[in-house]
């Protein structure tokens, strides 16, 4: 399947949508705050960098259970899955993914100031393969440009929740 959330073919994460990147300190936030008047973050970009094997700790996190990313896609599609990654346990140094995503749910976006249109709920299971695949429960006939993924919880990781990669299939429009 063909993935339009990939920064290789022109997809982009719109940081000024989505949730800020996790640091664990207050000098490492200070710093972000700093260079943010010089660069943008490349910490969002990991998750549509199509690494098909992050090693541990190449994700993008934010702070707690509840985050969220927008993401501009390479094309407007008819969005009909969405594949959600993180590291397996087998991969974890400590055997746990406490921080990886449990329950999101995924909304297509006409614009990226809009409110979205709802394409599901998902749960990402801890003991699946390290990236899973979701197909929409009801198919949506809509173009959408952005796509906006709401994580709503993970598997225990009070400090943050991190995600490794995303992708976003479907089909193009031909104009």
Not at 54 to 68: D, L, Q, R, V
Not at 146 to 157: A, C, Q, R, S
Request: net charge negative; charged share 20%.
């Amino acid at each position: 399947m063909a993935n339009f959330a990939q920064e290789s073919q022109g997809a982009r994460v719109l940081h000024r949508l989505s949730s800020d990147t996790f640091r664990a300190s207050i000098q490492d936030k200070m710093m972000d705050q700093l260079l943010s008047w010089v660069t943008t973050s490349t910490d969002h970009q990991r998750i549509i960098q199509d690494h098909s094997r992050s090693p541990p700790g190449a994700c993008w996190c934010f702070a707690g259970a509840k985050g969220h990313a927008v993401v501009s896609l390479s094309d407007p599609i008819e969005v009909t899955h969405v594949t959600i990654g993180h590291i397996t346990k087998r991969q974890s140094l400590t055997g746990e993914i406490n921080s990886a995503p449990r329950e999101f749910s995924v909304y297509g976006l006409v614009h990226d100031h809009d409110e979205g249109i709802h394409l599901g709920s998902f749960t990402y299971s801890k003991n699946g393969l390290s990236s899973q695949t979701f197909e929409l429960p009801v198919p949506v006939k809509d173009v959408f440009s952005h796509v906006k993924l709401e994580i709503k919880t993970n598997w225990g990781d009070e400090d943050q929740t991190c995600l490794y990669n995303f992708r976003v299939h479907g089909y193009p429009v031909s104009g």
